[in-house]
Structure formats: C-alpha cells, structure tokens
C-alpha cells in the first residue's frame, strides 16, 4: 500500500464522522464518558474471563448499526493493530500453566484461557475507541476532552499532533514522488537518499510548522478549541450514558452470559 492510500486511510475517520445519525448527533462528552466507563469495565474483569465479556460486545454493535459505520473498514484497522495485543498475550501460555478445566483428555491450563481474554478485552477497547472517533471526529472530541476537564495545552497538542501529521505526509508524498519521476531504470534508490530525505523533510516541516503559526496568529487563535455548533449536554445525553452505565454495571456485576445460556437451556 502506498503512502498517498495511507494518507487517505487516515483522512477518512474524520470523513464518517460528517455523517448524519442518532449517534454522531449526541454530544462528544456523552460518547466520551460512555467509552471511558466501557473501558474501565471492560479491565476490570479478572484474567480469565471470556465468556462473562461477551454481552459488552452489544455496546459497539449497536453503535456501529446506528451510527451506519462501515464494520469491515474498522475491523481492519483493529486487525492492524492486532500482532502487537497477539505478541502479548502468546507469553501467557508460557508463564501460566496452571490447570484450570479439562476438556476430554485435554488439560486446559490457565495461559490460554488468559491469552483468548487478553484479544477478546483488545477487540472491545480498540473497538469502541475506533467508533468513538469516528461518531465525533478529532475537533470535536478535544473539544469534549477540554470541556470534561482535560488541561487545554493538552487537548490543543492532540489536535495539532492528528491536524498537521496530514502536513507532514503531504510533504513526504511530494518529496516521494520527485525522486520516483527523477529515477531511471528499474533500481530502487539507494537506502543514504531516504536518510537525506528524511533530514530534508525535518526543515520543510519546521518551516512550515512556523508559516502556519504566523498565519494563526494572524487569525486570532488564542489557543481554545472551538465548534461551530455550540455543544450541549441534553436529557438524550444523560440517557445515553446512564443507560449503557447501567448496563455495564449489570454484566460487570452478574454473570449475564451464564445467566443466558441457563434461560435457553
């Protein structure tokens, strides 16, 4: 893949969060607060809980049906990341071989029982933090963070640090193309010209980090995130976030699952 179709890839977080649905709709700190305490619940489990995990998989489910995202698209973008949570989680049927169940002449040991919780708790979280960008987009999420309390230094570098990585791979796109027009033969260029490249991108970034924040000033920024809707925090909010609270709190504190699969029993 190309670095203009990762460009691209990036860019269209914030384009699904132009939609119009009952879920881009709500306020970002609702979705904020819903997330965190989704995340919260969700690490709270002990270790070896896999099946109690299943009915948190309702939460991003109905917010991908209702917010009209496109689930393969995220899906993958959490397959991406997904060596990194797979590499973690391989060392537990290593460490921990205590035996805990027995399946026919299989002895089932702890690590692996861990190991299927550590992907499950990766699935959700990355997940749900992957819908809640794209229900708010960047803007309006630092905007919910400043609002929730978050230091306003801090929410400005995060939208900065996603704004202008789109500046940067611009310039390292263009910088790319030149030396593909200018290449002859079939020869890759040598591995020295991306380190020249590489320090020749540094200064046209810094140059250009200092134009853009003249030209801001010029503007009048002062440093506050600002949204051309005012945001407000409504009786939809308050239902919104109380409603799935209480849910996780009921399959955090009973076993939903079990209890479920007795009902069908």
Request: with cysteine; net charge positive; aromatic share 10%.
């Amino acid at each position: 893949m190309s670095l203009a179709t990762h460009y691209y890839e990036i860019g269209r977080m914030d384009e699904l969060a132009r939609a119009d649905s009952p879920i881009h709709r709500l306020d970002a700190r609702a979705q904020i607060l819903t997330v965190a305490i989704f995340l919260v619940v969700v690490m709270s489990f002990p270790r070896y809980e896999t099946f109690a995990l299943m009915p948190l998989l309702l939460f991003p489910c109905v917010l991908l049906a209702l917010a009209g995202l496109p689930t393969g698209y995220l899906l993958r973008k959490v397959a991406l990341a997904a060596p990194f949570a797979i590499c973690v989680g391989l060392c537990n049927p290593l460490l921990d071989r205590t035996p805990i169940g027995q399946i026919g002449s299989f002895t089932l040991i702890g690590g692996w029982v861990s190991f299927a919780s550590i992907l499950l708790r990766f699935l959700l979280t990355v997940l749900a933090a992957l819908i809640l960008i794209a229900c708010t987009g960047i803007h309006r999420l630092c905007a919910g963070l400043e609002q929730l309390g978050l230091p306003r230094i801090l929410a400005v570098q995060i939208l900065f640090l996603y704004r202008y990585f789109f500046v940067i791979g611009a310039e390292g796109a263009r910088m790319l193309r030149g030396v593909a027009m200018r290449s002859t033969g079939d020869q890759p260029p040598p591995w020295r010209l991306y380190a020249t490249l590489a320090g020749n991108l540094l200064l046209r970034s810094i140059d250009r980090a200092q134009r853009i924040y003249r030209g801001m000033l010029a503007r009048g920024f002062d440093g506050e995130v600002r949204l051309l809707r005012p945001a407000t925090f409504g009786w939809r909010e308050a239902l919104f976030v109380a409603g799935w609270s209480l849910y996780f709190l009921a399959v955090r504190q009973g076993d939903l699952a079990l209890r479920l699969g007795r009902a069908l029993e």
